[in-house]
């Protein structure tokens, strides 16, 4: 009976975990992946409070912000190139982040349930609408100016997905897509593009006091 009793105990610990709980009925803990507005920072952090929440998973850097200028910031993951994750913040105090992005092929991380390389077609899907963006071959080619409203905007709460798509290479891609100036995604040659989301993160709004 014994032996019973304990292969019972061993098959519903098993079936427990495949579906994603503990033997005691608890959720099993499962991985971060996703970035959120509270994870792997909240609207209420600071450069001093990440830093301390990471410990030696994070450390003050200078990130680059485009057209060759930087700006210092909270690296996190600072060793592991794939799992890094850069975090920018509001003023020169840096309470309040600004910013959290990421890129690299092998990333792990996601947001709004978009990953990197997934298509610029498919993720206007999800936002159910077109997709204002920058023109490519320009500083900030391909960075998403605004979602028109769309379901993005508001589907992650207290921030919004910040992305940057490229286009793929070797595709020949028209004149038109490139330039200084917004385009939007739905663009009768941006088909030709095979755009993807080459940088992923999320974007906050600045504190009211600043």
Same mark, same amino acid.
């Given at each position: 009976? +014994? ?8 098959? /519903? ?6 579906? &994603? ?14 970035? $959120? ?8 952090? %600071?450069?001093?409070?990440? /830093? ?17 200028? $930087? =700006? ?10 794939? +799992? ?8 020169? $105090?840096?309470?309040?982040?600004? %910013? @959290? ?11 709004? &349930?978009? +990953?990197?390389?997934? %298509?610029?077609?498919?993720?206007? +899907? ?13 500083? *900030? ?10 379901? /993005?905007?508001?589907?992650?709460? !207290?921030? =919004? ?6 286009? $793929?290479?070797?595709?020949? *891609? ?5 330039? !200084? ?14 755009? *993807?989301? %080459?940088? /992923?993160? @999320? ?5 009211? !006091?600043?």
């Amino acid at each position: 009976m +014994r032996k019973v009793g304990i292969g019972i105990l061993a098959a /519903l610990a098993a079936t427990a975990l495949l579906f &994603g709980q503990s033997a005691g009925g608890k959720p099993a803990p499962q991985p971060r992946r996703a970035i $959120t507005c509270n994870w792997p920072v909240g609207p209420f952090d %600071s450069a001093r409070t990440v /830093l301390r929440r990471f410990g030696r998973q994070a450390r003050m850097e200078d990130i680059g912000i485009g057209e060759g200028e $930087t =700006e210092r910031g909270v690296v996190l993951f600072p060793n592991d190139p794939r +799992r890094r994750i850069e975090v920018l913040f509001w003023g020169s $105090t840096r309470h309040g982040p600004q %910013s @959290v992005n990421f890129a690299g092929a092998r990333a792990p991380w996601t947001a709004a &349930g978009i +990953r990197l390389g997934d %298509s610029l077609a498919s993720v206007s +899907r999800r936002n159910g609408r077109a997709i204002n963006m920058q023109m490519f071959d320009a500083d *900030y080619g391909g960075a998403v100016h605004s979602f028109n409203g769309g379901r /993005l905007e508001s589907v992650m709460g !207290d921030c =919004e997905p910040m992305i940057t798509f490229s286009p $793929t290479h070797g595709t020949g *891609y028209s004149n038109s897509l490139s330039g !200084d100036g917004a385009i939007e995604s739905d663009h009768p040659d941006m088909a030709k593009a095979r755009a *993807y989301v %080459s940088v /992923l993160g @999320v974007h906050f709004p600045p504190p009211t !006091d600043q």
